[in-house]
């Protein structure tokens, strides 16, 4: 059983004494230590809540940006194509035109090569027709002004022919 001597008494007063001198020398400090740590904590959690607001800024302004040079891009290969076909019309533009021009100078040289050899062959008929007609006549033709009136009445045949007008 309990004995409530003096045994008692002393150790309930040094257990006073104890939870005393504990409670100012250990409890003060643990609980300031206590009050330190949950300050850090929260100002930890604080700053991360600052840092992950930063964050997300930073991360929706770069998204923005990426968006922007996105669009920015495509602006500029829709440019670069408008340049392109625009650049290919007027090549393509200048190739018909060199080749109209072309086309314009040989239907010209043929012209002229044609006519040079219409005007060969008209001189080689009235040249063979006058040495034709002075074998028959038995009389010499040939001269110069008979030749030309050859010439020019053979030419004359010639423009009159359907094969001229299809030239």
């Known amino acids: 059983m309990l004995d409530f001597g003096v045994t008692f008494l002393i150790t309930l007063v040094n257990i006073t004494i104890l939870y005393v ?4 020398l250990l409890w003060k400090p643990m609980q300031k230590f206590m009050d330190a740590r949950t300050r850090k904590v929260k100002e930890e959690l604080d700053g991360a809540a600052t840092a992950r607001s930063v964050a997300e ?3 929706k302004r770069y998204e923005d940006l990426l968006a922007e ?12 194509e408008g340049r392109g076909r625009d ?4 090549i393509v533009g200048l190739a018909e035109a060199d080749a109209a021009q072309i086309r314009h100078r040989a239907e010209e040289r043929a012209d002229f090569e044609l006519r040079r050899a219409q005007d060969e062959l008209a001189g080689e008929v009235a040249r063979l027709a006058i040495a ?7 009389r010499a033709m040939g001269a ?4 030309s009136e050859a010439e020019a009445f053979i ?11 299809r030239a």
Do not use: F
């Open 21 to 24: 001198v504990l409670k100012k």
């Open 132 to 138: 034709a007609a002075s074998k028959v006549t038995g």
């Open 144 to 147: 110069q002004e008979d030749l």
């Open 57 to 59: 800024e930073l991360k």
């Open 155 to 165: 030419r004359g045949l010639g423009a009159r022919s359907p094969e001229a007008g």
């Open 69 to 80: 040079a996105e669009k920015e891009a495509e602006a500029i290969l829709k440019e670069a």
């Open 87 to 90: 650049e290919y019309k007027r």
